[in-house]
């Protein structure tokens, strides 16, 4: 990570249970500089802004909102974090599945090859490529990801084949129950999402084979854990 974001302040840093020690501050503004200005995602970042939709558990109770440091962003920015919006996230979603020509900012051809890539077989019909899952269907591949943190649910989904997707974000415990499942299920998503993916009666034992199943096993690079309004 300072090797990447090429700052680091001795004077403030944190030790993490997991014993690594991070002194880095900038990587909310590596980031924007290097990914959400040049993909005109003006309302995303990786601290709090005020105006973010706020958390709710499965009782609809107010969760107390933990506002991430600079510090905590360095630490857990690779795995998730990303405050964002859907129209921002959408922004981003095209640049993966009808990406402008490779420049500074953007992946060449040969990355963007190997992010779609199946990098480890899950079953016949699931992937994991680099920092999504891929559904095989006789339709083409899928791909997902989840996003997931107390009161904070959300799934997109793209199909490069088709070059279309879609992005739920919802900021409540219940919201893959209400919210996720059922739109996925909806006939209007039965061309393109496979209706297995949400059989709330089998959810158990779809759990490690489905994004929409378990969202908490997709938090990687690109995860969407919070909601803004």
């Known amino acids: 990570m300072t090797h990447l974001v090429g700052h680091v302040n001795p004077n403030d840093c944190k030790t993490f249970d997991d014993g690594a020690r991070v002194c880095v501050t900038d990587f909310n503004a590596y980031m924007t500089a290097n990914l959400l ?3 005109g995602m003006t309302s995303s970042g990786y601290l709090y802004r005020e105006g973010m ?10 969760i107390g909102d933990r506002k991430a440091t600079a510090i905590e962003a360095a630490r857990y920015g690779s795995a998730g974090g990303l405050h964002t919006t859907p129209a921002d996230y959408a922004k981003f979603l095209v640049e993966v599945i009808k990406p402008r ?39 083409g591949d899928i791909l ?16 490069l084949q088709r070059q279309g997707g879609f992005i739920i974000m919802t ?10 499942a059922k739109v996925v299920m909806s006939e209007p998503m039965s061309g393109f999402f496979p209706q297995r993916w949400s059989s709330e009666p ?20 690109g995860s969407v854990s919070r909601a803004m309004t």
């Open 53 to 62: 939709a706020r958390p709710y558990d499965r009782q609809g109770r107010l």
């Open 144 to 159: 997902a990801h989840s996003g997931d943190n107390p009161g904070y649910k959300a799934l997109a989904a793209a199909s």
């Open 171 to 180: 900021n409540g415990d219940r919201g893959y129950d209400d919210i996720i």
């Open 37 to 39: 200005v040049p993909f």
């Open 101 to 139: 020509p490779s420049d500074a900012y953007r992946l060449n051809a040969g990355s963007l090859r190997e992010m779609f890539r199946s990098q480890i077989k899950v079953t016949d019909s699931l992937s994991w490529g680099l920092g999504w899952a891929i559904e095989h269907t006789k339709a």
């Open 202 to 221: 089998a959810r158990a034992d779809r759990s490690s084979q489905c994004p929409a199943g378990n969202p908490n096993k997709y938090r990687d690079p």
